[in-house]
C-alpha cells in the first residue's frame, strides 16, 4: 500500500469520525437546553470550547456567543477548519484521492452526503429543521462504517481506516468529559432539586456518544459523575471508551508492517490510563485529560514515522 | 415512429437516428418502437434523473483555479446515439489498421526513418515538430506499442460517410465518460436495454489492464502496474482514478514513485520499496521527468527516462509518441498504412490541405472564408479558426499567421457533422455530434463498442468539446437482425 494512500485514507477515517461526532454534541446540545432549568447557566459556546476554537471564533463573531452564532461556527461555517462542513469537505477530498482502492459506494455515499449538508445547511439555523438534518448526518456517518466493515476486506487499507477512526473517537471522548467536568464545576447548584440536574447533564453527555444504554447495562445505580468517567476512560467493552479504542488498536496494528514501535506506546498509554484517574470538578481532571490528547497526538505522530512519512534510502 | 419527433427538421445533415422524416435508420427501429408513444415530458423525467444520478455518482470534470475548484457535473444528454453493429465492425478494423500503422511510424521515426527515405513524407516534418524527442532515438518496443492507448475523433459527412478527424495519441481521456454513461443510461432506460441487442462497453478496463501487463518488459509473471497522475488539480483526475479503480491498480503520483542506482522505478509503500513494472502515465511528457524535460516540474518522477530507456519499465504511451499527433503527421495517415502495410485504408481521412505546400497554402489562403483552419499541435479546440463563421479580423489574422509560420497550419473544408435528436427546452432537436472511439494495442488490438460521443449543445454549433460547452452522449452499437 502506498504511503500517500495510507495517510489519506487514515485522515478520511478521522473526519468521517469528526463529522458524526460534532453533529451528536450540537444535537444532545440542543435537548439537553430545554432539560435543564432555568437558573442553571447553560452556554452554547461550550460547544465552541470543546473544540478548542475560542480564538477564532472570537475573531468571527466577537463577544456575541448567541445559539445561532455557535450553531453556525460550529456546523456550516467553512471558514471553521474543524466545523462540521469542513470536516465533511475534507473526507470527501480524501475519498475523493483515495477512492481507486475504496469501495465504489464509498465515494458516493460520502459525495451524496456532502450535496446533501451543502444544499440544506441553512437548516442548521433553526432547532427544529437542525435536529432532523443531524440526525440525517448521524445515519449517514454510521451507515458509511457499516458499509465498510461489511464489504471490505481486513486488509492494510481498512485497518488504516480503523486506526484513524479509533483515535478521533478515543480524542473525542476526552472533550467530551472535559466539557462535562469542566460544567460541573463551574456550576452553583442551589438546593437538592438542582443537584440532581448534574446526573441529567451526565446522562445528556452519555447520550451525546451513544453511550447511555451501554451505560444503564454497566451501571444500574444512579448516574455518577465518577462511574461516567470510569465508563467513559476505562471500559474494556465499550466501543467508544478510550481503553477500547487503545485495545482495539493494539488487536489489529500486528498485522501492519513494522508496527512494533505503535504497539508499544499504545500498550504503554492503556497502562498509564488504567492506573490514573482525575476527580469529577477537579483541575487535576481537565490534566490528566490534556495529557491523553498530547499522547493520541504522539500516537498520531508515530503513525507518519512509520508509514506514512518514513525516512528512505533513495 | 416517435410521436416526440414530428416536425423533426433534417435540414440537409445526416441525422444518425432518422433516415427520412417518416422512417428510422435500421439501428434506431428498436428504440424508436419502445419508445413510440413516449411524451417530450418523460423524455425530461429521464433526464432529470440522469443529471442526479450523475450529481450522486460524483461524475464531474473539474476546473481548477485560483479561486477554488469548479466541479462541474458531466453534461450528458438522455437520447442515445445508435450505431449498426455491421458497420461498427468494418469502423473498428480500420481504427486498428490506422493504429497499428502509426505506431510503425513512431518506431520509424527513431530508428531508421525508412518512410523518409523512401520520399513519402518530408524529414523537414519531424525536425519542425515541437513533440519530436531526441531522447527517443533507438528505442524499439514491445509490439512497437508506442501509442498503447489511442483515441481518434470520427466524424460523418452528410452523405453518411465516416472520416477519422484526429487521432489522440498523446494522453487521450474520456474512456471513463463513456462507461459511466452506459450506467446512467441502464439507470434511467432500464427496460430498452433489455429489449434491444445493444454491445456492452464495460470489458475495456480488463482490456486496458491486459494490454498494459503485455508491455511488461521482462517476463514476470505478474507486473505490477500503475497509473500515474498529475493529481487532483488536473481536470481528468476523476478518469485517472476510475480507471486505477477498475483494474484494481495503484493510483500513484510523481512524489509516490522514485528511481534507484539499477535504474527501477519503485513506490513507497507502508512496508518499503516495491517495484513497478507498468507505468500508464496520464502526465505529458514535458512533465515526466525533471532531469530530462522540463527542470521545474514537480509532477514527474527523476530519472524515469533513464529507467525508461534501459528497458526497465513500461511507460504507456511511450514518451515520444506525441510525434505523431500532429496534424501534419495526420495527412500522411492513409500514406502510411500504404507503406508500412501494404494494405489499403478502411477509414478515410478529411481532405487535408497542407499550408506548407506552396499550391495548397495558395488554395487555402484564397477559400480561407469556406475552410475550417488548425493549429498543427493544439487540442480541445482551441486555436482554430471556422471559415464561414469567421469576422473579417479574425480571417486577415490568421491569413498573417500562416503566411508567419505555415508548417504550423492545416485546412479542411467545413463538415456537415451529422445530427441526433437531443434534449433541448421545448422539443427534441437535432444537434451535431462526434465520435470518439478508443483503441488499444498491445499484445493484441482492441477497440471500445462506439466510443464517447460528444454533442455540440448550441444549435447550429460545430464545437464538441465539453471544455467549450458541449456534452455527451451513451453510444449503443446495436445487433439488429441484418447484422445477423
Redesign the interface.
Known sequence: MLSRVAERVYWLARYVERVENTARLAKVHTQLMLDLPKSVQMSWFGLVQITGNEDQFSQHYGQVRSEQNCMHFLLADRSNSASLISSLWWARENIRTTRDILPREAWSHINELYLLVKAQQSDFAERKTRNALLSQIIQACQAFSGMLSGTMSNNDTYRFLKLGMLIERADMTTRLIDEGGLFVAQQQFNNEDEAHFSSVLWAHLLRSISAYFMYRLAYQTEISGEDVLTFLTQDRHFARSISFCLDEILRLSPALPNSLALQKAVQQLGWQIAQQQGKIGSSELHLHLDWIQRELCAINGLLYQLWFAPKQVA | MLKSLENYPLNGFYDEALATPDHPRPAAAELFKRLEDTPFDSFQEMQKGAETAI????ISFTVYSDKGNIDRLWPFDVFPRTIEAGEWQKISSGLKQRLRALNRFIEDVYNEQAIFKAGIMPLQIIASSKDYRPECQGMQLKHNAWAAICGSDLVRDAAGKIYVLEDNLRVPSGVSYMLENRAVMKQVMPEVFRDLNILPVNQYPLQLLSMLRSLCTSDCADPEVV?LTP??YNSA?YEH??L??EMGV????G??L?V?SDNYVY???????KRVDVIYRRIDDAFMDPEVFRADSTLGVPGLMRAWRAGKVAIANAPGCGVADDKVVYAYVPEMIRFYLGEEPLIENVPTYLCDRQEERDYVLEHLAELVVKPANESGGYGLLIGPRATAAELADFRQRILNNPRNYIAQPTLNLSTVPTLCEANLEPRHVDLRPFILQGEKSFVTAGGLTRVALQKGSLVVNSSQGGGSKDTWIVVTEESI
Not at chain 2, 450529481?55 to 460524483?58: E, N, R, T, Y
Not at chain 2, 513506490?267 to 520499496?273: A, E, H, K, P, S
Open positions: 450529481a450522486q455518482l460524483g497509473v493529481g487532483i483526475y482514478a476510475y486505477a479503480h495503484e493510483l500513484v503520483e512524489s509516490d522514485l534507484l513506490m513507497r509503500n507502508i512496508d518499503g520499496l
